[in-house]
């Protein structure tokens, strides 16, 4: 059986990572605030990425 917590990172957090990710990048290409669009960036990736590597662990 599939626990809780893999349900929630692999349908809740990512989609919020996400989101976060897309704010942050917004917020500092507005401001020309290069640290921010940074952190976006690797959010947003995190985001895309970080299910592949944790999910096949919690799933067995």
């Known amino acids: 059986m599939v626990s809780d917590f893999a349900i929630i990172f ?3 957090i990512p989609p919020i990572m996400g989101f976060v990710g897309i704010l942050l990048m ?3 290409i507005m401001d020309k605030n290069n640290q921010y669009t940074l952190a976006g960036i ?3 990736f995190a985001a895309g990425v970080l299910p592949f ?3 096949p662990y919690l799933l067995f």
């Open 10 to 12: 692999s349908h809740i």
């Open 26 to 28: 917004c917020t500092g």
């Open 53 to 55: 590597f944790i999910l």
């Open 42 to 44: 690797v959010i947003f």
